[in-house]
């Protein structure tokens, strides 16, 4: 096989990593240039390590999750400190449920979870492997393409987070830190652990389009969890439920899709369209959202309208292209 065509998912996923990540989401416009170059590295080769790794050892999506979750906490308590961070981009993101001995706010850290484990990670890697088709479960990397990836990604992730340290400082202690640090670790050992295979269960998997619809009721009621008036994010979707309330729904909406999903999966029926419908469901999430939800990048208006507007209709045709690539 040419070496164009070997390649050609993992540059898939390199690419559409920190498109879903930041820019889908709204976070910034994608005429921020420099911004977009620097996220590539951190979503894009994040994104394809933790996807070559478990593909690499034969495991599968429960071991990527843990992974994908492990890379969320590490980017959010020492890359971006946005565990910390009490005004970060100017945004008070921590004083909604805001926790004095954790030093940090607990719908913010529940956010941030289901932002990295899913879309950061889990929806890219279910897209890149639909359009990998009979390659979906295979390496794309050769051995040693994947350990200079691996090193690469090290390199850039950790010495980021201690670059980031010395020049903006610590925004926690000590304490804070170590925890943050050994739940990391936890994750990345149970991911380890975590294999492919389990026993089918009785009964037929719902259709794709009724999977479908339950990602886009579960994105929904994710993504507007968080949208309270102290974040000054999107304060018209404000849902208003105390910080405590919302941080039970938020492990409720965990528990009850982690459930339902692995219940599915190993049902007679389940397929790729099956596994397209769920990542569908959260890229169009994002795509809705990104309206609303306001810039932590300055940019202007229309800018930032424009910034959504394309980056809707880059998913809605990714998704169709990759539609067709299950059909066939």
Request: glycine residues 8%.
């Amino acid at each position: 096989m040419p070496l164009r065509a070997r390649v050609a998912p993992a540059i898939a996923l390199f690419l559409i990593a920190p498109m879903d990540a930041e820019f889908l989401m709204g976070n910034m416009a994608i005429s921020d240039v420099p911004v977009l170059i620097s996220t590539i590295p951190l979503y894009g080769a994040g994104a394809l390590v933790i996807r070559e790794a478990a593909r690499r050892t034969g495991r599968g999506w429960p071991a990527m999750l843990a992974f994908a979750l492990a890379y969320g906490m590490f980017e959010e308590a020492f890359f971006t400190q946005t565990l910390w961070n009490e005004n970060w981009y100017h945004v008070r993101i921590l004083d909604y449920g805001y926790v004095p001995a954790l030093g940090t706010g607990l719908p913010w850290v529940m956010f941030m979870a289901g932002v990295h484990t899913i879309w950061s990670i889990s929806v890219p890697i279910a897209i890149a492997e639909t359009l990998a088709g009979p390659r979906r479960t295979t390496p794309w990397l050769k051995k040693r393409g994947f350990w200079a990836l691996a090193v690469f990604f090290a390199l850039y992730f950790v010495g980021g987070a201690v670059g980031q340290m010395v020049l903006i400082g610590l925004f926690a202690g000590p304490a804070q830190y170590i925890g943050a640090a050994v739940v990391v670790v936890a994750l990345v050992l149970l991911g380890l652990r975590l294999r492919r295979g389990a026993p089918t269960v009785e009964g037929r998997a719902p259709g794709p389009w009724a999977v479908f619809a339950f990602a886009l009721v579960a994105g929904a009621i994710f993504v507007l969890l968080y949208a309270v008036d102290p974040t000054g994010l999107s304060p018209w979707l404000a849902i208003p439920i105390p910080a405590w309330v919302s941080v039970l729904i938020y492990l409720a909406l965990f528990a009850t899709v982690g459930v339902l999903v692995r219940r599915w999966s190993h049902r007679s029926g389940w397929s790729d369209a099956h596994r397209l419908a769920l990542a569908a469901g959260a890229m169009l999430t994002y795509a809705w959202h990104s309206f609303p939800w306001k810039v932590i990048v300055p940019a202007s208006q229309a800018a930032d309208l424009t910034s959504n507007a394309i980056m809707t209709v880059g998913a809605v045709v990714l998704l169709v292209i990759a539609a067709r690539r299950v059909s066939t």
